[in-house]
């Protein structure tokens, strides 16, 4: 975490948290799933992404329904950062 992260506290750290690591899981799937369609890439390494993906994308689920969670809480302020991009990433 960054020096500018040491402000949240509460609600927002535990969206600032959770947010950050659902935007860093979509980036990772989206980038297995590119490597699943590329040609040059092994095939030892597709078959490891195979079975990957699908338990990226149920920990993708669980951080999703965590971040609505928190969203819901009448405690966040909806014009900061994290709110913002935890509502993009949980449309």
Do not use: W
Request: charged share 35%.
């Amino acid at each position: 975490m960054d020096h500018l992260d040491a402000g949240f506290v509460g609600m927002e750290r535990a969206l600032m948290v959770n947010t950050k690591t659902l935007d860093r899981l979509t980036k990772e799937l989206n980038e297995a799933q590119k490597k699943m369609k590329d040609s040059s890439v092994e095939a030892d390494k597709k078959t490891f992404l195979k079975a990957q993906i699908p338990k990226m994308e149920a920990e993708i689920k669980t951080y999703k329904a965590k971040v609505v969670d928190i969203l819901d809480s009448d405690e966040l302020d909806p014009r900061g950062e994290f709110f913002l991009l935890a509502t993009k990433l949980t449309k």
